[in-house]
Structure formats: C-alpha cells, structure tokens
C-alpha cells in the first residue's frame, strides 16, 4: 500500500558528506511523521532524526550539528544531510514514515528497505 524507496548511500571519507533521500508512494491521503534511523553490524536501530509535517525535528545526540532533517510534503520526500562524516555513522540508514493511506482510519508505520552508508578512508 505505501513503499518508501530510499537513495544516496555509498563510500565517503572522514569528514565528508552525503545526502539521503526517500521518496513514499502509494495509495496515500497523508504523512505525519517522517524519519531516519540506523543500525550498525551488532548494535540495535537508533534514531536519527525525524520531522513533522510541520517541520518540527528532533535529532538523536550523536548526530546534533552534524546533520540536518527537511522534507518536501508535495513530493512526500524526506531528506538527510550528513555533513562532518565519521567513521562511527558507518551503518544501514532506514527511512520511516508514519502514514494515513487513504480510506483509513488511523496510522501505520512504513520502512525502507535501508541504504549502507559507509565512512571509511
């Protein structure tokens, strides 16, 4: 009913740079909450960051102003800017949205399949 297809992973060194995408598709009426988390090999899934759909945000500690949340409501996409990456943000990056599909009630959470982001020299 809903996929969040996710893009932008890869390979960067210490002290670089990347930007995540996710894109929702679906029988949609509308998003709420949309957000990053991660997980590292052996380490359970923490958050990232999230957003409203008024574009409140809430980062986790580690990642605090070195990251920043945004997303675009008409083109249902959230956004992750990693800058000063270190070799510690090394991990599977999945997307998640809360969402109200059309016809329904209430809400359901959706995930990515997840990206590998990889900091490494």
């Known amino acids: 009913q809903v996929q969040l297809v996710e893009s932008g992973g890869g390979l960067v060194q210490p002290g670089g740079s990347l930007k995540l995408s996710c894109a929702a598709s679906g029988n949609i009426f509308t998003i709420y909450t949309m957000g990053w988390y991660r997980q590292a090999p052996g380490k359970q899934r923490e958050l990232v960051a999230t957003?409203?759909?008024?574009?409140?945000?809430n980062y986790g500690d580690s990642v605090k102003g070195r990251f920043a949340i945004s997303r675009d409501n008409a083109k249902n996409t959230v956004y992750l800017q990693m800058n000063s990456l270190k070799p510690e943000d090394t991990a599977v990056y999945y997307c998640?949205?809360?969402?109200?599909?059309?016809?329904?009630?209430?809400?359901?959470?959706?995930w990515g399949q997840g990206t590998q982001v990889t900091v490494s020299s």
């Open positions: 957003i409203t759909h008024g574009g409140i945000t």
């Open positions: 998640n949205a809360k969402v109200r599909i059309i016809g329904a009630i209430d809400s359901k959470s959706y």
